[in-house]
Antibody, heavy 123, light 110 residues
Framework: QVQLVQSGSELKNPGASVKVSCKAS????????MNWVRQAPGQGLEWMGW????????TYAQGFTGRFVFSLDTSVSTTYLQINSLKAEDTAVYYC????????????????WGQGTLVTVSS | QSVLTQPPSASGTPGQRVTISCSGS????????VNWYQQLPGTAPKLLIY???QRPSGVPDRFFGSKSGASASLAISGLQSEDEADYHC???????????FGGGTRVTVL
């Protein structure tokens, strides 16, 4: 079945970097865009951007430019989120989510989601 | 501050009907589809409703999505204890060029 499996929880010091992986199975990675969504403790969902899994081109939402990097390795059907120069406010659960629907993004939806990766930034 | 507005909480007794609203604008819900995600405690969001009212396979028909103008609603009929969760609405925003979410509504079964 279609599944996204993310890497485990991370505890990092401020200023460090973290790389979260999202491994896709049950379908061909390059056939669907992959999105990243953040959920800070006790907060709602916040869209971070997406990566074109055909070309590898990333698009970052407002507020997620500069320190955030999306990448992929099609040979292992995996997309990645790297966060550099970590700050305490980066503490959150990060989700990958496959975008489904069609060529018009306004008509699409996210399904499935990865199980989430908790990144904690604390000294 | 979320772009889409949802009430923070809703509640009902088993068997009751609960409705959750999601208010947007002409740049998001007013012209684009609305999706709803259910997030059970301690788990990842799961697609509940897509394209305003479509239910993925496996989602009970107790869940009903609708849209009118720049607002959308999710109705849960025959409320069950397993429906206790956070519910998030989402839509594409043409002005922001971004997916936008509501702040989420926590449904409690009394």
């Amino acid at each position: 079945q279609v599944q996204l499996v993310q890497s485990g929880s991370e505890l990092k010091n401020p200023g460090a970097s973290v790389k979260v992986s999202c491994k896709a199975s049950g379908y061909i990675l390059s056939h669907y865009a992959m999105n990243w969504v953040r959920q800070a403790p006790g907060q709602g969902l916040e869209w971070m951007g997406w990566i074109d899994t055909n070309t590898g081109d990333p698009t970052y939402a407002q507020g997620f430019t500069g320190r955030f990097v999306f990448s992929l390795d099609t040979s292992v059907s995996t997309t990645y989120l790297q966060i550099n120069s970590l700050k305490a406010e980066d503490t959150a659960v990060y989700y990958c989510a496959r975008e489904q629907g069609g060529p018009m993004v306004r008509q699409n939806w996210f399904d499935p989601w990865g199980q989430g990766t908790l990144v904690t930034v604390s000294s | 501050q979320s772009v889409l507005t949802q009430p923070p909480s809703a509640s009902g007794t088993p068997g009751q009907r609960v409705t959750i609203s999601c208010s947007g604008s002409s740049s998001n819900i007013g012209r684009n589809t609305v999706n709803w995600y259910q997030q059970l405690p301690g788990t990842a969001p799961k697609l509940l409703i897509y394209s305003h009212h479509q239910r993925p396979s496996g989602v009970p028909d107790r869940f009903f999505g609708s849209k009118s103008g720049a607002s959308a609603s999710l109705a849960i009929s025959g409320l069950q204890s397993e429906d206790e969760a956070d519910y998030h609405c989402a839509s594409w925003d043409d002005s922001l060029n971004s997916w936008v979410f509501g702040g989420g509504t926590r449904v409690t079964v009394l």
